[in-house]
C-alpha cells in the first residue's frame, strides 16, 4: 500500500510522540494497553478480511470495496431515473488490464466508507503506477492528445466544439476493461501460456504473481486485444446508427457495409487474419487514436495512398494499384454507388431465377414419390 493511500483509508499519519519500538497494535501512543477486547475484535475482524481476498486482489483493493461490491444485486437508482449496477466480478477485474490499480485510482473522490455517489471517473487522472520508460506517474494524457488531432475528436483546429459534439466519442466510449488475452501462437497444443517461458521467468524471478502479470501484460501486446468481429462491433456501435450516419453526413454505415465485404464475412467466422477497422484507418506503428479522415492527405485512407495501404506486407503484397479503387464501404444504394447497386440487383435477379425453378422440380418430384397416384386432371 502507497503512502498517499494509507493516509487516505486509515486517517492522518500516526502521532510523533509514538515510539519506534512500540509496534503493538494493542497499545496506545502512551504505551497503555488498550481496551482488550475491542483491540482485539480489530485484529480479528483485519485477518478475516485479509483471508476473504485472494494477495492479487488485496494488491488493488487496498480500500476492501469489495466487502459490498462483490454482490451480484448491488445496485443504485440515479438522480435521473436510471438503474445502474454497482457489481464488480472479482475474477474478471483480476485478470483485465486495469487490475494493479486500486479503486481510488480511478474513483478519486471515494474518501470513505460508506462513500457517497461516486463521480464520472477521469481517464485522464494520473494512476499511482509507475510508467518504467520515464519514471512518472503513469496517465492517459498521451492518448487524449491523439484523440484531439484525429477525425474523432469534439474539436475542430481552432479549438471549437463542433456541431453535434455530443456524438463523437470518450475514451469509455470505445474502452472497456478488457480482460489478459492469451496467446494463440507460440504453443503447440493449445492458446494459453507457455510453461516453458515461464519458466526462463523463475529464473530471475521469484514471485510468480509478478511473472502472470508481466508475462500477461506483454504478450496481451503482441497481439490485438481483440478480434476483428469485435473491433467491428465496437465500431459500429456509432457508425451504424442512422440517425448519426446522417447528422454527420457520412456516405455509408460504415460496420454493416464492411460486413457485407470480404474481410467482413471472414471475420465473422472469427478469423484474425483478415484486417479490421484499425488495419485499415491507422497507419503501422502509430497510435490507433491518431485516425485521421480520408479527405486528410496524411491518412492511409486517402485516395492518393490506399493503394499503399492494400498493397502493404500483411495484406496484398503483389496487388496492383487497381485493388485500392474497390470500396470497402460501398452502400449498395442507387444514390451512393450505382454501380454495386446494379450489379448487386443482377445477381439477386439471376440467384432467384437459377434456384426457384430448381426448387419447384424438386418440390414437384417429392410430391409424386409421396403420391404416386395423385391424379390432378383425369384423362379424357
Given at each position: ?7 487516505t483509508w ?9 515510539s ?5 497494535p494493542?497499545?496506545?501512543s502512551?504505551?497503555?494497553r ?8 480489530a485484529?480479528?475482524?483485519l485477518l478475516?478480511?485479509m483471508?476473504?481476498?485472494?494477495i492479487g ?8 470495496c469489495?466487502?459490498c461490491?462483490?454482490?451480484p444485486?448491488?445496485?443504485l ?5 436510471a438503474?445502474?449496477?454497482?457489481y ?7 485478470s483485465?488490464v486495469?487490475?494493479?490499480v486500486?479503486?481510488q485510482?480511478?474513483?478519486t ?7 457517497d455517489p461516486a463521480?464520472?471517473?477521469?481517464c485522464l ?5 509507475d ?8 496517465s ?8 484531439s488531432?484525429?477525425?474523432h475528436?469534439?474539436?475542430d483546429?481552432?479549438?471549437?466544439l463542433k456541431?453535434?459534439?455530443e456524438d463523437y466519442?470518450?475514451?469509455?466510449g470505445c474502452?472497456?476493461n478488457?480482460?489478459w488475452?492469451?496467446?494463440a501462437?507460440?504453443?503447440s497444443q ?5 510453461e516453458?517461458?515461464?519458466g526462463?521467468?523463475?529464473?530471475c ?7 502472470f502479470r ?11 486485444i481483440?478480434?476483428?468481429?469485435n473491433?467491428a462491433e465496437a465500431?459500429?456501435?456509432c457508425?451504424?446508427d442512422p440517425a448519426?450516419?446522417a ?11 464492411y460486413?457485407d465485404s470480404y474481410h467482413g ?6 478469423d ?8 485499415c484507418?491507422?497507419?503501422k506503428g502509430?497510435?490507433?487514436h491518431?485516425?485521421?479522415s480520408r479527405?486528410?492527405p496524411?491518412?492511409?485512407t486517402?485516395a492518393?495512398n490506399?493503394a499503399?495501404?492494400?498493397s502493404?506486407t500483411?495484406?496484398?503484397p503483389?496487388?496492383s494499384?487497381?485493388?485500392a ?5 460501398a ?11 446494379y450489379?448487386?440487383v443482377f445477381?439477386i435477379f439471376?440467384t432467384?431465377?437459377?434456384?426457384l425453378?430448381l ?10 414419390r409421396?403420391f404416386?397416384?395423385?391424379i ?5
Amino acid at each position: 500500500m502507497n503512502r498517499l493511500t494509507e493516509e487516505t483509508w486509515l486517517g492522518s499519519p500516526q502521532p510523533a510522540s509514538r515510539s519506534k519500538g512500540n509496534l503493538n497494535p494493542l497499545e496506545g501512543s502512551d504505551g497503555s494497553r488498550a481496551a482488550g477486547m475491542g483491540g482485539s475484535r480489530a485484529v480479528v475482524l483485519l485477518l478475516f478480511l485479509m483471508a476473504l481476498f485472494p494477495i492479487g486482489a488485496r494488491a488493488a483493493d487496498v480500500g476492501n470495496c469489495l466487502m459490498c461490491h462483490k454482490y451480484p444485486g448491488l445496485s443504485l437508482v440515479t438522480e435521473d431515473g436510471a438503474l445502474r449496477l454497482c457489481y464488480v466480478n472479482e475474477e474478471n477485474f483480476n485478470s483485465s488490464v486495469h487490475s494493479k490499480v486500486t479503486c481510488q485510482g480511478c474513483h478519486t473522490d471515494v474518501d470513505k466508507i460508506p462513500h457517497d455517489p461516486a463521480k464520472k471517473v477521469d481517464c485522464l487522472t494520473q494512476c499511482h503506477i509507475d510508467e518504467p520508460t520515464t519514471a512518472k506517474k503513469f496517465s492517459h494524457e498521451h492518448a487524449e492528445r491523439f484523440l484531439s488531432q484525429s477525425v474523432h475528436s469534439k474539436y475542430d483546429p481552432n479549438g471549437n466544439l463542433k456541431e453535434h459534439a455530443e456524438d463523437y466519442p470518450d475514451c469509455k466510449g470505445c474502452h472497456d476493461n478488457p480482460l489478459w488475452r492469451p496467446m494463440a501462437f507460440g504453443t503447440s497444443q493449445h492458446a494459453g501460456m507457455s510453461e516453458s517461458a515461464l519458466g526462463r521467468c523463475r529464473v530471475c524471478h521469484q514471485s510468480d504473481e509478478f511473472i502472470f502479470r508481466y508475462y500477461s501484460h506483454v504478450t496481451t501486446r503482441l497481439h490485438k486485444i481483440r478480434n476483428p468481429k469485435n473491433i467491428a462491433e465496437a465500431c459500429g456501435r456509432c457508425h451504424n446508427d442512422p440517425a448519426l450516419v446522417a447528422r454527420h453526413n457520412l456516405r455509408t454505415q460504415a460496420g454493416i457495409s464492411y460486413n457485407d465485404s470480404y474481410h467482413g464475412k471472414a471475420a465473422s467466422f472469427l478469423d484474425e487474419r483478415i484486417p479490421d477497422c484499425l488495419d485499415c484507418h491507422v497507419r503501422k506503428g502509430e497510435s490507433v487514436h491518431q485516425m485521421l479522415s480520408r479527405k486528410n492527405p496524411r491518412s492511409i485512407t486517402h485516395a492518393d495512398n490506399k493503394a499503399q495501404t492494400c498493397s502493404s506486407t500483411d495484406c496484398h503484397p503483389n496487388a496492383s494499384a487497381k485493388l485500392a479503387s474497390y470500396d470497402v464501404h460501398a452502400g449498395f444504394t442507387l444514390d451512393k454507388s450505382p454501380g454495386q447497386f446494379y450489379f448487386t440487383v443482377f445477381f439477386i435477379f439471376l440467384t432467384g431465377c437459377t434456384l426457384l425453378p430448381l426448387m419447384a422440380i424438386i418440390f414437384l418430384d417429392l410430391l409424386r414419390r409421396l403420391f404416386p397416384n395423385l391424379i390432378l386432371r383425369k384423362r379424357s
